[in-house]
């Protein structure tokens, strides 16, 4: 697994840290009602932010290793981002510029293990924080040559479209996610943002092939072992 290094360009970019944004989306909010009675709206002031090792990071390339501490395991592609720096306080009109690459990636999740957490009250690492938690596809540099408030993406599982989104469905577009972060923690070149994903989750199993593409992006795949 590489965990070392990002290639965007011709530039190789060393991770730093990946924060995730939960939440994101409206019919995904509500699909999360049969699961979790903490909702999220769009009048909601600031958005769910958690956070992964890098450790998590799965390449292209490599397998999918189901975790064992927990039985019901979905996908959840994300639109992510990586950082070419930024600091802190981020004025959301200059945050394009912190922008080094742009790609698909997973968040996946142990769902029952995060139904019992959220019981609790306790943190979600449990559930979204494990090893091989984070598939990455390939980086895009990012220049205004695309629109990132219009990217449309999906996840397919053994062929079958599971999950398809867009940017512009948003509830926090990027600029704001990037713009958030930032005043409360300092962002550093190869910081990692999943940016939340779109309704359409389901179960993956050993064996299955998950595909993510965009026509803008481009097609990643992994299979679960």
Not at 150 to 161: L, R, S, T, W
Request: proline share 5%; charged share 20%.
């Amino acid at each position: 697994m590489r965990t070392d290094s990002i290639t965007v360009g011709e530039r190789v970019i060393k991770p730093c840290r990946i924060f995730c944004i939960g939440k994101n989306y409206t019919e995904h909010i509500r699909e999360l009602g049969g699961f979790d009675s903490t909702l999220q709206s769009k009048n909601e002031s600031q958005p769910v932010v958690f956070m992964k090792p890098v450790t998590s990071i799965v390449s292209l390339g490599e397998s999918i290793h189901a975790p064992t501490h927990g039985n019901v395991l979905h996908h959840e592609v994300e639109v992510v981002v990586l950082l070419n720096g930024g600091g802190k306080n981020i004025l959301i009109e200059d945050s394009l510029s912190c922008i080094a690459g742009v790609t698909l990636g997973l968040d996946i999740t142990l769902r029952d293990v995060q139904v019992e957490v959220k019981k609790k009250g306790h943190p979600w690492e449990l559930s979204k924080s494990f090893d091989q938690s984070s598939p990455l596809g390939l980086m895009r540099s990012y220049d205004d040559s695309f629109d990132l408030f219009d990217i449309p993406f999906a996840c397919f599982v053994n062929e079958e479209k599971r999950q398809e989104g867009n940017t512009k469905d948003m509830i926090f577009s990027i600029p704001k996610i990037i713009s958030f972060l930032s005043t409360v923690w300092k962002l550093m070149p190869g910081d990692l943002i999943y940016t939340g994903t779109p309704s359409g989750i389901g179960v993956i199993k050993s064996r299955d092939e998950i595909v993510l593409n965009s026509p803008m992006l481009g097609r990643f795949a992994w299979s679960v072992l």
